[in-house]
Each structure stands twice: as C-alpha cells, then as structure tokens.
C-alpha cells in the first residue's frame, strides 16, 4: 500500500507515512456531504422508476409494483451499506480520539514532518486524555522551545514542577529546562524568584550563583552588654549595601567589607544584596541595643600652644583602656599609632587626635592637640646632619655626602633628623640617626644614634643608660 499524498510504500500496520506524516484511513473518514448526496441518488432512482411505469392496465400494473419493490429493495441495501460505513467511520475517529497512544503516535509522526503546530495539537489533546503523563509534557515542551515559544514552554516545565507525581528527577530536569529558557530570555530576576521559592536543595545548589537571597546577619537582635563586631555575609558573589540610621540603603550606601563594630548606644542595620546579574534581594533590618561603658577622653598634659624649646607630649591613659592616636587629623581606631609613653614634640605646626580603647573593645571620645615648635637658634636641622656627614667623611666612614662606604659593602650610609630633645641637666639636641640603605633600595636602622646641640656645632654619640638616662659621648 502507498502513501496517497507521497506515494511512499507503506509498512504494514502502519498508520501514516514516515516520510511526509500523512494519516492512513483504513476506513474512509465519514463526510455528511457525501451520506446526503448517496440518499438523495436512492431516493431518486426510485422516484424516476415509479414516473416510467404507465397507469393503463391492471397486469402492468402489478408488473410495475413488483419493479418497484426490488428498486426498494436495492435502496434499503444501499442505505444499510452506508449506514455501516459511516458507523465505521465514526467508531473509528471516535477511539482514535480518545486513544492517548493514537495522540503520540501522531505527534512523534508531525515533529519527524516538521508539521510543529499539528504537534501540538496532539500533545495537547493527549495531556487531556492523560494529565498526569509527565514524559508527554516534556515533550511538549521541547516543541514550544523549538518554535521558539518560550512562555509556552516556561509555562508547560512549570506544571510539571507543580505536579505531585512527577518524581524527583523529573522535577530537577524541568528546573533546569526552565531556567535555561529564563537564562536565554536574560530573565534574571525570574530565575532568582524560582529559586527562592524551591525546596528543592539540589537546584538551590546548583544555581547558586543566580540568588540574590539577603545578607545573613552574625548577631541576632536585641540588647548587648557588650561591642559586637556584626558582620553581614552572602551566600553569592554580589555587593551587601548597608545603613546604620534605619534607612532602606540602595546601591549609593555604604559597601559592606569588613565587620561593623557596633558600640554604646542604639542601632539599626539596614541591609540588601545586589547579586552579579544586578538582581536585588528583599531589604532586612534589624535593631541593637548596646550597653557598654565608654571610656573617657585621654588627659593630654601637654597642652596646645606655642613652644620654643624641645618639649615631650604626655597622656594619662585611662584604666583597662589603650590610647591610639594619629597625626594627620583623622580620628584615631585601634589601627592608629598606639602610644606607649611620652614623646617628643616635632618641629613646626601639628596636631595630634588621641583616643582610649577599653578592654571591652568601646571607644571613648576624641581629645586633640595642636602645637607649633620654633627654636631660637640658627644652627638649622640641615646644618646639624651636613655637619654630621663632614665628621664621618673626615673619619673614613663614608667616602662622600651620598654615604658611599668605604669598605667592601655595596650600601651607603645616610643620616635622618628625628625629633629635637632636651636633656635635664646637659641641654637642647637635635638626634640624628644612622641608617644603612643596601643596593636594593632597603633600609635599616643601624642602632647608631647622635645628637648635635641645638645651639652650637657639637656632636655625640647617643646612648640610653641602664635606668634609662642620657649618655652623651663626645665626637673627637
């Protein structure tokens, strides 16, 4: 048998052709047009044989009615065939209908012909038939994902997800088509949407790189007696933006980086994740109360002011606390300069910040300095350390004002101004020390100090005796 569209040779059994996805009817399909003209043929086959029949004698008569019984006859038979046949007819479109197999049959026969649109149909009447048939969904789907109709395809993957008897692997393979189909669509923000609402683990895992889930929080609110170092992770590459003043932050807010270290007094950290595809998450607040002693501002005894002599700069530090402070104006942390006795003053203006650290990890208020250190002198700080190099060429150290040595070594020595000092009882200094620089740029402090007199060209070698005290050693 050939196909009646393509003429390809058919299978036997086969109920349409591989080639082309033409149905094969066995039996005729039943057209309506085609029962009325056969019952209006009949009917008037009989009526032309009663007009043929003449009305003048009894015996033709007779003769005529049984002409017209057998044309009766032949028209009942006629009927009857007809009848069978579009009994057939409908019988057979009737279980090809409602056959879920017929269906697939039929649509695995349109995707092999490129007929999609007719694909579909029967897939759709197929799920009508069998709705809980998830292979036939998917099937479904793969159709709405060549065509190119991703909502439909979106939409028919998400009823399988829904579907309480699609098995485990079944629901992960429609995630991960559906995704795909957001992915292709750059709907990024749909994918994180899915992805919040699973339960499903394995996907969550898999896909984690697309969430945008909100920052988790190291402490949970509440009341603290205590500083806590909060800190704000994700569980995704992205940026945490925060406030501290109960605001919603955006992405002009601080960038979260390191621990916010909340202190005395009331908080609300307010916080979102923007992920790497710029999909935000839902805005978390929560509120700290922190109730810590503060410590109290460090007592500089060295006021600000003018000075002309060499002078220390003193601070009482406050009990179970350490003093940090800077010299660039900014306010100190536990990152500044520590300070660990009185030190000298520098030369010219200058400001100092201090500020204590309490054992509990609270910092207390700012106290600042301000002093400005002119020296009645004219032996400047650039005379001192010229005059020092001149001794150490004129005693064979170094070769020239640049420090080269005079040894094997391939360094030089150079001579650095460090603050002024004055020593009770013995007078006003500038100290220099000595530093050794080698051919690699480095740098290093040799333990060699002078002190030269403020006042006069004088030079000594300076040293710290065993109660602490100045040793002032003459250069010859």
Request: net charge negative.
């Given at each position: ?99 879920v197999n017929y269906q697939i049959m039929r ?139 109960g605001t919603i932050p955006n992405e002009n807010s601080t960038v979260y ?220």
């Amino acid at each position: 048998m050939k196909c009646p569209k393509c003429g390809t040779e058919l299978k036997d059994g086969h109920l349409y052709c591989e080639k082309c996805g033409e149905e094969i009817h066995i039996v005729p399909d039943y057209e309506p047009e085609i029962e009325y003209s056969m019952h209006e043929t009949l009917s008037g086959i009989v009526e032309d044989v009663l007009e043929e029949v003449p009305d003048s004698t009894k015996e033709e008569k007779q003769q005529s009615k049984k002409r017209h019984g057998r044309f009766v006859i032949a028209a009942c038979i006629a009927a009857a065939a007809v009848f069978v046949t579009v009994v057939s007819v409908v019988v057979v479109r009737t279980h090809r209908h409602n056959s879920v197999n017929y269906q697939i049959m039929r649509a695995n026969a349109c995707v092999a012909a490129g007929d999609s649109q007719k694909a579909i149909d029967y897939c759709l009447r197929a799920i009508e038939l069998d709705e809980s048939n998830v292979p036939l969904r998917f099937m479904l789907a793969d159709i709405y994902e060549q065509l190119g109709m991703e909502e439909e395809n979106i939409n028919c993957l998400y009823a399988i997800i829904k579907m309480s008897y699609a098995s485990e692997s079944e629901e992960e393979a429609a995630y991960n088509k559906m995704i795909n189909a957001y992915k292709r669509l750059e709907d990024y923000a749909s994918i994180n949407t899915l992805l919040l609402n699973t339960e499903n683990e394995n996907i969550r895992a898999a896909y984690q790189s697309y969430m945008a889930a909100a920052p988790e929080f190291s402490y949970k609110e509440g009341t603290y007696a205590e500083v806590i170092p909060l800190k704000l992770t994700s569980s995704t590459q992205g940026t945490i933006y925060y406030t501290t003043d109960g605001t919603i932050p955006n992405e002009n807010s601080t960038v979260y980086t390191t621990p916010i270290f909340l202190e005395t007094g009331s908080y609300t950290i307010t916080t979102m994740f923007v992920n790497q595809y710029g999909i935000e998450s839902e805005v978390v607040a929560k509120t700290y109360h922190i109730d810590v002693l503060k410590p109290p501002a460090p007592e500089v005894e060295t006021y600000s002011g003018e000075y002309t002599i060499p002078t220390m700069i003193k601070v009482q530090v406050p009990m179970d606390c350490t003093v940090y402070y800077t010299t660039d104006g900014s306010i100190p942390t536990n990152q500044s300069n520590i300070y660990r006795g009185k030190f000298p003053m520098p030369l010219g203006k200058s400001t100092f910040k201090f500020i204590a650290y309490s054992d509990e990890g609270v910092f207390g208020d700012c106290t600042t300095r301000q002093y400005e250190l002119t020296l009645n002198t004219e032996f400047t700080v650039e005379m001192a350390v010229n005059g020092l190099i001149e001794y150490m060429i004129a005693a064979g150290k170094i070769w020239d004002a640049a420090g080269t040595t005079t040894g094997d070594l391939n360094g030089r020595y150079l001579y650095e101004f460090q603050y002024a000092l004055s020593i009770p009882m013995q007078g006003d200094y500038y100290i220099i020390s000595e530093v050794y620089e080698d051919s690699s740029g480095v740098v290093n402090k040799t333990g060699t100090t002078y002190a030269a007199n403020i006042y006069a060209p004088e030079y000594y070698k300076l040293s710290v005796g065993e109660s602490d005290e100045y040793i002032l050693e003459a250069l010859q």
